[in-house]
């Protein structure tokens, strides 16, 4: 009878925590589709001309006809491959539920899903400091800020015009995904337990 009950609870942590797993892979998509970084160009009514997402930056009709793409765009396999990374980092979560292997590191055993939860983590935190580090530079190369105020020249009128950029809540959202998909590696052995011999 113990028995029984302890292995009903063995089975019931195992799936809080592959529901923990797959909430912050949701997390993960959510952030992936939010608003990363906006810009708004003072001539031009509404908000936000200028959106970045993770595989690229979208921009409206006036800012694609009026403006030098390779300001603002990246080259033609930036978007495929970040959709690829997207769909690894979402088959490796979705192993990470029932994969019940173990990898050496060294001489450290570790289960095979500890390693896949961890790794997507880390990448992902990666990705967004990568996206600010870019940002910052491709910003650069253009003569504007990534953040805050800059005055643009636009070829068309040949004047220079203002721009407002900033962080979006996208962003935000996506710096704590990571972390929390490592939080979650490094728990996993208080809800998967390793079957006694």
Not at 12 to 35: G, K, N, Q
Not at 83 to 110: E, H, N
Not at 153 to 162: E, F, G, L, M, W
Request: glycine share 8%; aromatic share 14%; charged share 15%.
């Amino acid at each position: 009878m113990q028995t029984e009950v302890g292995t009903n609870r063995a089975s019931a942590s195992v799936w809080i925590f592959r529901v923990l797993v797959v909430a912050a892979a949701a997390y993960m998509v959510y952030t992936w589709f939010a608003p990363w970084w906006g810009a708004k160009v003072a001539v031009l009514p509404g908000d936000d001309h200028l959106v970045l997402h993770p595989w690229g930056i979208e921009a409206v009709p006036q800012i694609r006809a009026n403006a030098d793409e390779s300001l603002y765009s990246m080259p033609w396999f930036f978007a495929p491959f970040m959709w690829t990374y997207l769909t690894v980092c979402m088959l490796a979560l979705a192993a990470s539920l029932f994969v019940d292997r173990t990898v050496s590191i060294g001489r450290i055993k570790l289960p095979l899903a500890t390693v896949l939860i961890g790794l997507v983590g880390l990448s992902y935190l990666s990705c967004v400091g990568l996206a600010f580090a870019v940002g910052e530079l491709r910003a650069g190369w253009a003569g504007s800020n990534f953040i805050g105020k800059s005055m643009i020249h636009n070829s068309t009128i040949d004047a220079k015009i203002k721009m407002t950029s900033a962080l979006k809540i996208g962003y935000w959202l996506a710096l704590y995904s990571g972390p929390s998909l490592i939080f979650l590696a490094l728990i996993r052995g208080l809800f998967v337990r390793k079957p006694k011999a």
